[in-house]
Nanobody, 119 residues
Framework: QLHESGGGLVEAGGSLRLSCIAS????????VGWFRQSPGKEREFEGCLRTSDGSDYVPDSVKGRFAISTDDDGVYLQLNSLKPEDTGVYYC????????????????WGQGTQVTVSS
C-alpha cells in the first residue's frame, strides 16, 4: 500500500516536496512513478525512478523544475518553480521491475495528495 503526502497550497514560484511511502518499505527492484491528475483530465506522467539503483527520469515538460529521488524510507518528488498549471492531485504508483511512463502496468497506487498553485 502506498501513501503520498506533502501537498498543499503554494504561490507560483514556490516549492513542495512530495513523499511516497510504502507500507513495509519498497522492495529492492521496484519501479515507482509520479502522476498528476487535473480535473477532467487523464493522469499525466511527471517522473519515475527505479529503486534498485535510484536511476530516474523526468519528462522534458518538467525537467529542470521537478526532481525525483529515493532513500531508505520512500520516493520523493521535488517540485520547484511551481506554476498554476501544475495544480492537481499527485499520485505515486509502483510495480516490480522497470519504471513505467504510463499508468498501465502499475500494480499499486496511493490515494493522492493535492497540490494547488495560486497565481
Amino acid at each position: 500500500q502506498l501513501h503520498e503526502s506533502g501537498g498543499g497550497l503554494v504561490e507560483a514560484g514556490g516549492s513542495l516536496r512530495l513523499s511516497c511511502i510504502a507500507s513495509g518499505g519498497f522492495f529492492t527492484n521496484y519501479g515507482v512513478g509520479w502522476f498528476r491528475q487535473s480535473p477532467g483530465k487523464e493522469r499525466e506522467f511527471e517522473g519515475c525512478l527505479r529503486t534498485s539503483d535510484g536511476s530516474d527520469y523526468v519528462p522534458d515538460s518538467v525537467k529542470g523544475r521537478f526532481a525525483i529521488s529515493t532513500d531508505d524510507d520512500g520516493v520523493y518528488l521535488q517540485l520547484n518553480s511551481l506554476k498554476p498549471e501544475d495544480t492537481g492531485v499527485y499520485y505515486c504508483a509502483a510495480s516490480p521491475g522497470w519504471p513505467l511512463v504510463t499508468t498501465e502496468g502499475y500494480d499499486l497506487w496511493g490515494q493522492g495528495t493535492q497540490v494547488t498553485v495560486s497565481s
